[in-house]
């Protein structure tokens, strides 16, 4: 089972990047666009994982979260990797003001390497993949995509649990099925609306 560990973002969130990427899509370049309901920003990939390991995964991954509370990001503004002039993926990007995506990677990383599963060894550059390049892009074909898109809100993403998903891997492309939803402990603001009202 090909497995990977994320956060999915809500319908609205979707459908505006799906709109945002249209016009680039409608162009027939060699661009391997991602389906609207496949976005998601990726924590983690397993690979090839044992489905016997689930369960074992998911605790893991409830201890990693849960020193952080529930957050927000805004999905905002594109970029390219490795770089706008000769990109191989194309991206929309978050930003959340404490970087609890950071953390929450860092402490899945260390729990995950406890367990046997190896450590990424890239910097982790949280994102979310819109697009493949298969082949080389016309000139300046990168920056243009990159500011068509910035200072576009693609709207805000409330983060109250990550997921454990499996990958099928399909003609028609890859298929993502949620195997455990693992959720992160309630925000402070939350806990303390609720006070409040007691
Ligand atoms: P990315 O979107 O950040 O590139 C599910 O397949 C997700 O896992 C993808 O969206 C991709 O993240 C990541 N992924 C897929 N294959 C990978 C690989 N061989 N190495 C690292 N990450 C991979």
Not at 9 to 31: D, H, K, M, T, Y
Not at 160 to 172: C, H, M, V
Request: proline share 10%; net charge positive; with cysteine.
């Amino acid at each position: 089972m090909r497995a990977f560990i994320g956060i999915g973002l809500p319908p609205e969130c979707r459908r505006a990047i799906g709109e945002a990427i249209s016009p680039f899509r409608a162009r027939r370049l060699a661009v391997s666009w991602t389906p609207e309901q496949n976005l998601h920003v990726t924590l983690k990939f397993l690979g090839e994982t044992p489905p016997g390991r689930v369960d074992e995964i998911a605790s893991l991954l409830l201890a990693a979260g849960s020193g952080i509370p529930a957050f927000e990001f805004l999905a905002e503004g594109a970029g390219g990797f490795p770089s706008l002039r000769a990109p191989r993926v194309l991206w929309v990007g978050i930003r959340e003001p404490l970087e609890l995506v950071g953390k929450l990677q860092e402490n899945m990383e260390k729990v995950l390497s406890g367990a046997g599963f190896p450590c990424e060894e890239r910097p982790f550059h949280p994102h979310i993949t819109v697009g493949r390049v298969r082949d080389r892009l016309p000139p300046g074909w990168g920056e243009k995509y990159a500011s068509a898109l910035s200072g576009k809100p693609f709207g805000a993403v409330g983060v109250n649990s990550y997921q454990l998903y499996e990958s099928r891997l399909s003609p028609g492309g890859a298929v993502y099925a949620v195997l455990r939803d693992i959720p992160l402990p309630r925000g402070p603001e939350r806990t303390e609306r609720e006070e409040k009202g007691k």
